[in-house]
């Protein structure tokens, strides 16, 4: 079995580009679809009343910046009311030394939101001015600081964003989950057709009349390919966790686990498919239609939530990248755990199970 | 040593072999002869326990193997008809892996492939990918991942299909090698007669799923004792002076050459002449005339009706 296993490395190390090619296109699809930036910031237009000082606006700016929802841009007044006139911007903000005034159009969700916020952002700060006027011996902000680090009580408030159903979504994350999951299936799939090769090739049935039992040289080909699906969706994972501060959730087991049961279940069905086809030429024609149509209805390219038609509902349930991504949102957006994304595990798991069983029964029916 | 026993099978009702038994005595080298399609692949696939047999046995050394397929698979050597190596890879590492997989480690794994190298010829181009072989190379690499383990049964399938005479020519000096010198049991399936002429001290000759007859090539070629063959060499053909001696009473077996006809004759019929006028009636123009005793391929004529080659 080892034999085998290597065997598959040292062709890989011999081709690399196929497998190479997945790994660089999945980058490339949640760079350019996710970015590298936070594309969920709203970005808001500043200009500066007359007697505001540079200085001054610099203050405020690094304040206001520190939020991660909404990104402040220093700019003329003229090009800000421009940009809000020819509707490039909703809104614009209007430093002035102890007050704001927002330029708008209309009074929609980012008004509201945006407005909250530089007001929640003014008021604080007003007062601790206030505060330290008064108390000019004592460093009131450090104080404050030391106090909020022990917190004599914590409010926790959990916010759903989304639309009107109130089901979670994080751009960002959707795009890294369902572009790495999709792409982790070319990657699995076309390794496997290794198996398809060699029986084509006729080295399978020279591996058959060797002193090697069936389920070694089975078991060789299918952890090769689960391992290098399994690697492929860890390295992009931390790649965008650590190179563009992605953040996939804190339990790393449980992602752990997640990649490797999807991983199960992508090989598995792999070779169910390798079971229906005739040929090498039919598999790799079925591979990209099978790949892509799982990925849609299962949620990979958008989420299911906003998908209406009950049909397409009841068939993303019979995806594996359907359960893949349920579990990933769930310890990336709530923060679960192991026992919490054990129901899509399980699913995952037999789903592998079965497949992997009717896959492996129909290629020796059909060798027999 | 290796024998089968009423060994048939059949794919979705059709069959493929039926009853063919057949027997390897140690260090012997035996041919299976036939045409494309006579059943010879299904019949060593089953003796090598690549495929089940739908009835019969294949028995090693007096023990079934056919439910413990582990016991002739260590000493069995399969050379398939096809290719079957990892082209990407070079060829060293093809046989390291396939000396790998029959348990073969560290120091005796490398001196077996060196010693396989030197026997096929190909030292000098180990460590080249094997894609960039030629046939005739690849062939012989083919034939080198079964020797490996130095098996004590070699099984080749077609072992020369497609190579270069040069090659084919070593390949089978290697194969009579390995049998007289290192008294290995051959068992060699083939459409090439002048190969299994060459090779192997028994014929088993097979058609339609069927052994037809076997015996040495002496015991074959004695079917044919009271026979005789006449080799006609034309300027070019003439389908309807063919047509003729093959309805003619006097002769046996008519069949095309490439360079004219072949008839199989009574021994001593005085023909000859007549064939000449006959001839003449047709305004052809022989070129040569050759009377000779029968070969296997005409052994295989008679008993099957159609050339090996069909």
Not at chain 2, 230 to 240: A, C, E, Q, S
Request: with cysteine; hydrophobic share 45%; net charge negative.
């Amino acid at each position: 079995m080892i034999s085998i296993f290597l065997l598959q490395w040292q062709r890989f190390r011999r081709e690399p580009l196929l497998v190479l090619s997945f790994f660089g296109l999945t980058i490339f699809f949640v760079f350019f679809l996710a970015g590298s930036a936070n594309t969920n910031q709203i970005t808001v237009q500043t200009y500066l009343e007359d007697d505001v000082s540079q200085s001054s606006a610099d203050e405020w700016l690094t304040v206001l910046n520190q939020s991660e929802t909404f990104r402040f841009e220093l700019t003329e007044e003229e090009d800000a009311r421009s940009a809000v006139m020819n509707g490039e911007a909703s809104l614009a903000l209007q430093l002035r030394n102890d007050n704001y005034r927002i330029l708008v159009t209309v009074d929609d969700q980012n008004y509201q939101l945006v407005n909250g916020y530089v007001q929640q952002v003014f008021q604080e700060e007003l007062r601790l001015a206030e505060v330290e006027s008064s108390l000019e011996s004592v460093e009131i902000r450090d104080t404050i600081a030391q106090e909020l680090e022990e917190p004599v009580l914590t409010v926790t408030s959990d916010t759903i964003a989304g639309d009107d159903n109130g089901f979670l979504y994080d751009a960002r994350l959707h795009t890294l989950f369902g572009m790495t999951l999709f792409f982790s299936v070319y990657t699995m799939m076309f390794s496997l057709t290794n198996v398809a090769e060699e029986k084509r090739l006729g080295t399978w049935d020279r591996l058959i009349v060797s002193p090697l039992r069936k389920w070694e040289v089975y078991l060789g080909h299918l952890l090769y390919c689960f391992l290098i699906g399994f690697l492929q969706i860890l390295t992009i994972f931390l790649f965008f966790e650590y190179v563009f501060q992605f953040n996939i959730g804190a339990n790393f087991g449980a992602i752990l686990l997640i990649i490797a049961c999807y991983a199960f279940a992508i090989v598995s069905v792999g070779m169910l498919l390798i079971g229906l086809v005739r040929t090498t030429q039919q598999l790799q024609a079925v591979i990209p239609i099978v790949a892509t149509a799982m990925a849609m209805i299962g949620g990979a390219f958008w989420p299911v939530e906003i998908v209406s038609n009950e049909i397409m509902i009841i068939l993303s349930k019979a995806m594996p990248i359907f359960y893949g991504m349920e579990a990933l949102k769930g310890v990336a957006y709530l923060d679960q755990g192991i026992l919490e994304i054990s129901e899509p595990l399980a699913i995952m798991f037999l789903f592998g199970v079965f497949s992997m069983g009717i896959g492996i029964n129909l290629m020796e029916r059909r060798a027999s | 040593m290796l024998e089968t026993e009423e060994l048939s099978k059949q794919f979705k009702g059709k069959i493929a072999v039926e009853g063919v038994n057949l027997h390897l005595e140690r260090g012997e080298s035996v041919g299976l002869l036939g045409p494309n399609g006579a059943g010879k692949s299904t019949t060593i696939s089953m003796i090598s326990s690549l495929i089940k047999p739908t009835s019969g046995d294949v028995l090693l050394d007096g023990k079934n193997v056919i439910k413990d397929p582990g016991k002739i698979r260590r000493v069995l050597g399969v050379v398939p008809q096809e290719i079957a190596l990892y082209e990407e890879l070079t060829a060293y590492e093809n046989l390291k892996f396939f000396g790998r997989i029959y348990g073969l480690r560290g120091k005796a794994l490398e001196k077996n492939i060196e010693e396989v190298f030197e026997l096929v010829g190909l030292t000098d181009r180990q460590k080249d990918i094997v894609k960039t072989y030629s046939g005739g190379m690849k062939r012989r690499i083919n034939i080198a991942a079964a020797l490996l383990h130095e098996p004590e049964v070699l099984i080749m399938d077609e072992p020369t299909v497609g190579i270069d005479p040069q090659s084919r020519s070593h390949i089978l000096e290697m194969v009579r090698e390995l049998n007289l010198k290192k008294g290995m049991t051959v068992l060699y399936t083939s459409h090439y007669m002048e190969e299994v002429e060459r090779l192997c001290d028994r014929v088993y000759i097979m058609d339609h799923g069927r052994i037809i007859s076997s015996g040495t090539k002496d015991e074959l070629k004695s079917i044919l004792s009271s026979e005789e063959t006449i080799m006609i060499d034309l300027d070019r053909p003439y389908p309807d002076l063919y047509n003729d001696l093959k309805q003619h009473d006097g002769i046996l077996q008519t069949m095309e050459t490439e360079t004219g006809l072949k008839l199989i004759v009574p021994k001593g019929s005085r023909l000859l002449g007549e064939l000449f006028q006959i001839a003449d009636r047709h305004q052809a123009k022989v070129v040569n005339v050759h009377v000779q005793t029968p070969t296997l391929e005409d052994v295989f004529l008679h008993l099957t009706g159609r050339k090996l080659r069909d």
